[in-house]
């Protein structure tokens, strides 16, 4: 005999599960129509974030501190939330030269989860717990619970269990407080209202999260000195393209052509951050690398003195 149907707690009340009246009659509008809906609704994405300009300051400064003191940045969370998580998590080492473990991303359902539907376990919080054991989680790490309608206890589990292991945590969701209450560190709150496809999370509130989390990761690598002027000096070297970047980035910061930036760059080893201060500072590539250490990787405090 198969087991009883329980039915769920009511999610009605969720501002991401109610309707929105600006969108009654979206199966009547035309594809312009649409377009220009969808175009007005997403400006509340940008209200969202600027509302949460405190929270995700201290965010930044948090991780900041806890990765330059050896810690890691983990992001946790199930389907779109999981999946926004895992690609910002997987775009730090080309971005800024970021070993993978540095930044990772865990979602329910593992890899597989990231091109197939595996939402029935998020309603599984033991299996957040148990992916903070397996990630081995320390006091240094910071990790980031994202879950857009606040509920999820896959990630509400994963927040527990770092809490218990002493990590900084975050938690990110796009309800307000009073609906779901959370205990973290930090509490960011991404309010863009009721999606125009009610319920369906992948829109407002997948794009303010993509938003944020390119807030917190850029920001936090600015910090830790991976960026000079508003160029990404430590990019990873890697394809043609990128190649490309960072002699089109020695040429304009220098007075180098490109062929001679070309030459600097091969001799820093791929590593622009080197071949300028390599340059600036008319030393050997073992000087400018220990020069740089000494200074934690910023170039512009490695800099001082030339």
């Not at 087991?3 to 969720?14: C, K, Q």
């Not at 220098?254 to 390599?278: F, H, I, N």
């Amino acid at each position: 005999m198969s087991d009883p149907f329980i039915a769920p707690a009511d999610r009605g009340h969720l501002l991401t599960e109610q309707a929105n009246p600006r969108s009654a009659q979206l199966d009547q509008l035309s594809a312009l129509e649409l377009v220009d809906l969808f175009n007005q609704e997403d400006q509340r994405t940008l209200e969202a974030i600027a509302a949460a300009r405190s929270s995700l300051a201290q965010a930044i400064e948090a991780t900041t501190a806890a990765l330059g003191q050896g810690g890691r940045l983990f992001y946790v969370g199930a389907g779109t939330s999981g999946r926004l998580g895992v690609l910002d998590a997987a775009e730090c080492p080309p971005t800024f030269c970021t070993p993978p473990e540095l930044v990772q991303g865990i979602i329910a359902g593992g890899a597989d989860a990231l091109v197939k539907s595996s939402e029935a376990l998020e309603d599984r919080a033991e299996d957040g717990a148990l992916a903070i054991a397996q990630h081995q989680i320390r006091a240094q790490d910071v990790v980031v619970g994202i879950t857009a309608g606040g509920t999820t206890p896959y990630v509400h589990g994963a927040l527990g269990a770092a809490h218990q292991r002493g990590a900084t945590t975050i938690f990110i969701a796009c309800v307000p407080v009073e609906q779901v209450p959370r205990v973290a560190d930090i509490d960011i709150r991404l309010v863009v209202g009721p999606e125009l496809l009610a319920g369906s999370t992948r829109l407002k509130a997948g794009t303010v999260t993509k938003m944020a989390l390119n807030i917190l990761s850029t920001g936090t690598m600015v910090r830790l000195g991976k960026v000079y002027g508003n160029r990404m000096v430590d990019v990873a070297v890697t394809n043609t393209k990128l190649c490309d970047r960072a002699l089109r980035m020695l040429c304009d910061l220098t007075d180098l052509d490109r062929t001679a930036a070309a030459d600097l760059l091969e001799r820093s080893g791929q590593q622009v951050k080197l071949a300028l201060l390599m340059h600036w500072g008319q030393i050997d590539m073992i000087t400018a690398a220990a020069r740089l250490k000494q200074h934690q990787g910023h170039l512009r405090q490695a800099l001082g003195g030339f």
